[in-house]
């Protein structure tokens, strides 16, 4: 099973990408997580929509390329909105994908949130929290719960 953190935006601090990759690191070779960053579009004078929409476009051009590596691989979006799970929840989620060798493609859009009409596209919209989050925050967030999920399904310790 692949798990993909697709995002938008690049160079994020170090303490970003060193939480990112130390989950990512735990994670078993049969539940790999990857982060694809997609760089973000310029952005104009006061015009989020076209920024949102070129900033789907961006999105939608990769996730087309992993769903053709992967054909039938679960999309999420990661919305405010969406759907909240516990921690319980996103292990069963995982192990349910799992057991059918389903691949996780999780969507994280840029400062205002991601277009509507790929958001509607994804199979799934989640939501990690009702406060507003800093998306560099998110992809820490994003990796520990999904490691943590990982810990679930196997009666790892680190969960207690």
């Known amino acids: 099973m692949h798990l993909v953190l697709l995002a938008i935006g690049t160079r994020m601090p170090a303490w970003v990408t060193e939480g990112f990759n130390e989950y990512q690191k735990r994670m078993p070779p049969d539940m790999r997580l990857t982060l ?56 069963r989620k995982l192990g ?15 400062p205002d949130g991601l277009c509507p009409e790929l958001s ?17 925050l998110v992809r820490v967030l994003l990796a520990e719960q999904l490691y943590r999920g990982w810990t679930l399904l196997t009666g790892h310790p680190y969960h207690r």
């Open 120 to 136: 509607a596209s994804a199979h799934e919209r989640w939501s990690l929290s009702n406060l507003t989050l800093p998306h560099p």
């Open 96 to 110: 349910e994908l799992k057991d059918v060798g389903q691949d996780l493609v999780l969507l994280v859009g840029g």
């Open 36 to 91: 694809e960053e997609i760089p973000m579009p310029k952005r104009g004078k006061g015009d989020a929509g076209s920024q949102i929409r070129a900033e789907a476009d961006a999105l939608r051009k990769r996730l087309e390329t992993i769903v053709k590596k992967s054909p039938g691989a679960k999309t999420v979006a990661l919305e405010v909105n969406g759907r909240a799970l516990d921690t319980h929840a996103l292990s």
